[in-house]
């Protein structure tokens, strides 16, 4: 079964950055979206950033302007660059790619990485 595996989180002080990688462990044919999400404690998830196959982005009011997400398709990699972090950005980030093959959409979670902004 193909996977996402996420790399790059950790703790970072606040008005800091981090880098977010994700890469698939095998083949995701009919991919249309990628995207982060994240979960803070007690909190549902929620989108943060989502890039289309066509190359069109999308953001969370709340990151806009701070985070930057991107694609390497040679590396079939999503990444997300996080700058000017603050405490309220601190969860569990998870990436999602979506895909569609005929009628069959099929969504791909990745497992997690966690990041905290703290002094």
């Known amino acids: 079964q193909v996977q996402l595996v996420e790399s790059g989180g950790g703790l970072v002080q606040p008005g800091g950055s981090l880098k977010l990688s994700c890469t698939t462990s095998g083949s995701i044919f009919g991919i249309y979206a990628r995207g982060w999400y994240r979960q803070a404690p007690g909190k549902q998830r929620e989108l943060v950033a989502v890039?289309?196959?066509?190359?069109?982005?999308n953001y969370a009011d709340s990151v806009k302007g701070r985070f930057t997400i991107s694609r390497d398709n040679a590396k079939n990699t999503v990444y997300l660059q996080m700058n000017s972090l603050k405490p309220e950005d601190t969860a569990v980030y998870y990436c999602n790619w979506r895909a569609k093959n005929g009628l069959n959409e099929n969504d791909y979670w990745g497992q997690g990485t966690q990041v905290t902004v703290s002094s």
């Open positions: 890039i289309t196959s066509g190359g069109s982005t």
